[in-house]
């Protein structure tokens, strides 16, 4: 495997390797079915993305919206692999804590009782944290904050730092919940007046 030597992507290594194990052939049947898979996924994704903007939009016709979405496909698929994960990194970065905690709470919606506090206290903390992944992976980097993350986040350098801040901003949420709804309940005074 050392004839291989270095690859920039996923892409590039699975070729290297169907090409070494089964020569020409082994590039014509990768290139087959990553074009079938591929093809497959992105008729899928068009389809249904044109369906919904054309739900938001009614004025214009589902078929416009198919043509442009192709056409803006394939200019973003033409920029190669290796561009396109660099590009996207940062706002990667930013948006996958914040799904993560989603995901989280979800499943332990019926521990909290789907108090929305509690979303919103995770996200919220979620989110500071990852926006500054994201601007870190972006090489735009606020120094202070980077150092006051590192220093006191754990985790922090190696992507994880948001979820310490996810759990204390649920748990945050959850305690401001039933405290809002002791401080509402009106007092047994005003019911006998």
Not at 89 to 97: E, F, G, R
Not at 148 to 157: A, G, K, R, S
Request: glycine share 8%; hydrophobic share 45%; net charge neutral.
């Amino acid at each position: 495997m050392e004839k291989l030597g270095l690859s920039e992507n996923g892409a590039e290594v699975l070729a290297k390797v169907s090409t070494y194990y089964f020569g020409s052939y082994g590039s014509f049947f990768l290139g087959l079915m990553i074009t079938v898979a591929c093809l497959t996924t992105s008729v899928g994704l068009i389809t249904a993305c044109a369906s919904f903007f054309h739900e938001l939009f009614p004025n214009t016709s589902y078929k416009k919206i198919a043509v442009i979405l192709s056409i803006f496909s394939t200019l973003v698929a033409n920029i190669g692999l290796t561009q396109l994960i660099k590009d996207s990194t940062p706002v990667l970065m930013t948006m996958y804590p914040i799904a993560i905690s989603l995901i989280f709470l979800t499943f332990l919606h019926p521990l909290f009782k789907g108090r929305g506090e509690v979303y919103q206290g995770s996200l919220i903390f979620t989110f500071v944290v990852s926006l500054f992944d994201g601007l870190n992976a972006a090489k735009v980097q606020i120094k202070v904050i980077h150092h006051l993350f590192t220093e006191f986040l754990p985790m922090y350098d190696i992507g994880l730092g948001w979820l310490i801040p996810s759990l204390l901003g649920g748990i945050g949420g959850y305690i401001f919940s039933i405290l809002s709804k002791e401080t509402s309940r009106p007092s047994e005074t005003q019911f006998n007046k």
